[in-house]
C-alpha cells in the first residue's frame, strides 16, 4: 500500500519557544499532537475567526427557527438542541 506523502511546513517561534520545545524529545509529533488537538476544536461555524460572515449568518438564522441555544447546568457550556425534539 502506497504511503502518504508528507509535507514540511515550517514556522518562525520567539526564542522562549524554541528553548521550551528543544526540551521535547520528539517535537515533530509533539507539534503534530498539539495542532490535531486545536483544530479539533476549532468552531465548525466560523472556523476560528470568531465571526459568521453574512451568508453564514443567513443559514444561522434559518437553523435557529427549528433550534435552540441552551446553557448545560453543569458546565455552563451552550450548545444547540433541536426544538422539534423537545
Known amino acids: 500500500m502506497p504511503t502518504k506523502k508528507q509535507e514540511i511546513i515550517t514556522f518562525k517561534v520567539d526564542e522562549g ?20 488537538a486545536y483544530l479539533s476544536g476549532i ?19 434559518e437553523f435557529l427557527k427549528d433550534h435552540e441555544i441552551k446553557e448545560c447546568k453543569e458546565c455552563h457550556a451552550l450548545f444547540p438542541v433541536c426544538s422539534a425534539k423537545a
Do not use: Y
Open 17 to 36: 519557544l524554541a528553548r521550551t520545545l528543544e526540551r521535547i524529545p520528539n517535537r515533530s509529533e509533539f507539534i503534530r499532537t498539539a495542532l490535531l
Open 43 to 61: 468552531c465548525p461555524l466560523c472556523n476560528g475567526t470568531g465571526v459568521l460572515s453574512p451568508h453564514l449568518k443567513l443559514h444561522w438564522k
